[in-house]
């Protein structure tokens, strides 16, 4: 992304600078980490990153492509096809089992497939449902979820916010040996991980420092 700027008009009228005149480029196979405190325009920058929103000025690139104000067809087809999204808490449907939540978003149902990607991130229990499995196994059924297209990113937005020290080393382990098939792009306060990242980037009110 090059030279984004995001800003808003808030309830009073005011005018909120989000992000000033960012730029970043996350390699190709790379753990790439953003970080900063809450307010830093982290959230935004992964809206933006994502395709949820559009910047306010500058440019937007995924794969030699400018996708700064796409339609809504491109969008829609860039998101479901090239890009993959782990939310902080892992947020599996109560009602679906594991493998159900993982097979969830599959373009081309594949269970095999599926039953394989949970196998290989340890989980066997994919016929339970997610009250009846620990945290830490949720959010790897949260990250198979998001890699069951087999996206080239994914956006992991705080992966360990909800995890105990020992899960959280865990998830971030997991995420490291993705960056071999995948981009991996982490939003995140935690300064413990930066030690898990090919790049960091640095936030602090909206500015890369």
Known sequence: MKAISYSYTEVRGGEILALDNISMKFNSKNLSMVIGPAGSGKSTLLRITGLLESPSSGSVIFANEDLTNPTQ???????????????????????????????????????????????????????????????EDQQKASIARALINNPELILVDEPTSSLPQSGSNNIMKLLKKLKNDHTVLTFTDDMKLIKYSDAVFKLNKGVLE
Not at 99 to 110: A, C, D, S, T, W
């Open 73 to 135: 067809a491109e969008r829609l087809n860039i998101i479901r096809h090239e890009m993959g999204f782990v939310p902080p808490y892992p947020s599996l449907l109560p009602y679906l089992t594991i493998l159900e939540n993982v097979m969830l978003p599959m373009i081309k149902k594949n269970k095999i497939m599926a039953i394989d990607m949970l196998k290989d991130m340890g989980l066997e229990n994919m016929g339970s449902y997610p009250n009846q499995i620990s945290v």
